[in-house]
Nanobody, 114 residues
Framework: VQLQASGGGLVQAGGALRLSCAVSGRIFIVNDMGWHRQVPGKQRELVATITIGGRTIYADSVKGRFAISRDNAKNTVYLQMNSLKPEDTAVYYC?????????WGQGTQVTVSS
């Protein structure tokens, strides 16, 4: 099982980016999916999660600006990031509970310039 993230890049403050993360491999069920982020010298932090039924949880710092969604038919999770701020700059990691195991994708860099 692999998670492949894409969509990171460089954007000006106030701009938007959409991250995608596709799960591939021998899949029976994908339960919770989510995004975390990490900056050098700090712990990885939760950004947003979404259950298989579509229930979402957001970090306070991104509420109202970010939206997580998923396409269960494609085993893909998305993160729409709007009104980006320089403090959103980080490496973003997707994760998913696949077949009962927590699995992580490679990170994708998001850089927001002021």
């Amino acid at each position: 099982v692999q998670l492949q993230a894409s969509g990171g890049g460089l954007v000006q403050a106030g701009g938007a980016l959409r991250l995608s993360c596709a799960v591939s491999g021998r899949i029976f069920i994908v339960n919770d999916m989510g995004w975390h982020r990490q900056v050098p010298g700090k712990q990885r932090e939760l950004v947003a999660t979404i259950t298989i039924g579509g229930r979402t949880i957001y970090a306070d710092s991104v509420k109202g600006r970010f939206a997580i969604s998923r396409d269960n038919a494609k085993n893909t999770v998305y993160l729409q990031m709007n009104s980006l701020k320089p403090e959103d700059t980080a490496v973003y990691y997707c994760n998913a509970n696949v077949n009962g195991y927590d699995t992580w994708g490679q990170g994708t860099q998001v850089t927001v310039s002021s």
